[in-house]
């Protein structure tokens, strides 16, 4: 599978937030501002490459080999806890400026089901080493763009007249829904 | 008397996906059918009432530095439960809910009861607690699922139930679908909760 071919179909076609479904909480959760809209995306980014790279190599030198595939779930959940706790206590030492920019939306990300996601879909679909990462940065940056564009849009959504039941989550959610159908147009692409 | 209003409080009052906003990926990605609602809600429902269990009895034990890795490793292994047992005996249902079984694990509803509650109050209390979540998920997903089924499919449950020349619209059981209900039915409970308000 080519990178580019990888990266559209990561980015696009099989976006994480509007067609699988996963990350739904900070993308409820931490789109009110732009900035913080920012924060979490590049977090994540960086949280799901390093998760697809370190559960790839799990799977392959250490579940498959030994059998303990069935302990697969939580063998990743726990890597991806701790990965998150160490990238946290690595950030604030080594770069205290990303960590302020980044801190809080850190150990958020454990329970963001995109990461839990990317790691089983990368072996679900049987991608090779090179692939699994690329297709976590991939969909990583699926995901930010996403989060931003809704960050964007809940801004401006602040000075529109929406009824009163509506406000906040629910008119959230169509808004979602309105992105997911623009999404739609992607559905099908063969590159 | 408190232990069934800790049962029905999850139903309506403290709903974990129309009234906390948790659980969300789930309730979008399954609702598409009645039939995965259910699947998907027992599922949940199992876990929770389990993990609900295993934490309260653990709580005194558990240091409350490391509880969250705790909660998630006890929570991961009744997932992986769920997992082999509707692998074996739901193949089906396991093939439809797919990558979202495994993913029960950062459900934010069950790691949230954990924290909120089962840590906090003994076994009798969880056990009701863990069951009233687990209906309350069960039911916000059913609800979601019954409108994208009904007007995506025309059917409920499988069975036609729209007259024969209905056109089904097919976007309520696509993505944007999942979206627009749950967004019309929170604002739908929203208009309803109003009156009591004031």
């Not at chain 1, 030492?93 to 990368?122: D, E, Q, R």
């Not at chain 2, 429902?45 to 998630?72: A, D, G």
């Not at chain 2, 082999?84 to 089906?92: H, P």
């Not at chain 2, 449950?157 to 209905?166: E, R, S």
Request: aromatic letters at 10%; glycine letters at 8%.
């Amino acid at each position: 599978m080519g990178i580019f071919t990888l990266a559209i179909s990561a980015i696009f076609i099989n976006n994480f937030v509007l067609t699988r479904f996963l990350g739904l909480c900070p993308y409820i959760g931490v789109s009110k501002k732009l900035d913080s809209a920012i924060g979490m995306g590049m977090a994540v980014i960086f949280v799901m490459t390093m998760a697809s790279t370190i559960t790839w190599l799990i799977q392959n030198y250490i579940l498959n080999p030994f059998d303990l595939v069935y302990l697969q779930t939580i063998a990743f959940i726990l890597t991806i806890a701790t990965l998150v706790q160490f990238v946290e206590m690595v950030i604030q030492k080594m770069a205290p400026a990303l960590y302020k920019a980044l801190g809080v939306f850190l150990p958020l990300i454990t329970t963001n089901c995109a990461v839990l996601g990317v790691s089983i879909i990368n072996i679900n679909e049987q991608l090779s080493f090179v692939e699994s990462i690329l297709h976590g940065v991939f969909a990583g940056i699926g995901f930010t763009i996403v989060l931003i564009i809704m960050a964007g849009l809940r801004e401006n959504l602040e000075k529109a007249p929406v009824p009163d039941s509506m406000k906040g989550l629910p008119i959230s959610f169509v808004l979602a829904g309105l992105m997911a159908m623009a999404f739609l147009g992607f559905a099908g692409f063969q590159i | 008397m408190s232990l069934i209003k800790e049962m029905t409080k999850g139903f309506f009052k403290e709903n974990p996906v129309f009234v906390m906003a948790l659980g969300l990926c789930p309730a979008l990605a399954v609702s598409s059918s009645i039939e995965n609602a259910i699947g998907m809600g027992g599922a949940a429902t199992f876990v929770l009432l389990c993990s609900n269990i295993l934490i309260s009895l653990l709580k005194n034990l558990i240091p409350s530095k490391i509880r969250i890795p705790c909660y998630i490793v006890v929570i991961a292994s009744f997932v992986t439960i769920v997992d082999m047992t509707m692998n074996a005996y739901l193949f089906e249902l396991h093939k439809n809910l797919g990558i979202f079984i495994p993913l029960i694990v950062v459900n934010c509803v069950i790691l949230g009861r954990a924290e909120a509650f089962a840590g906090r109050n003994n076994v009798v209390k969880s056990i009701f607690d863990g069951i009233g979540m687990g209906i309350g998920f069960t039911l916000a997903l059913v609800a979601v699922a019954f409108f994208r089924e009904l007007l995506g499919a025309g059917q409920l449950l499988g069975v036609n139930v729209m007259p024969a020349n209905y056109q089904p619209i097919l976007i309520a059981i696509l993505a944007p679908g999942a979206f627009l209900t749950l967004g019309l039915l929170l604002g739908l409970m929203n208009l309803l909760k109003k009156p009591e308000a004031d």
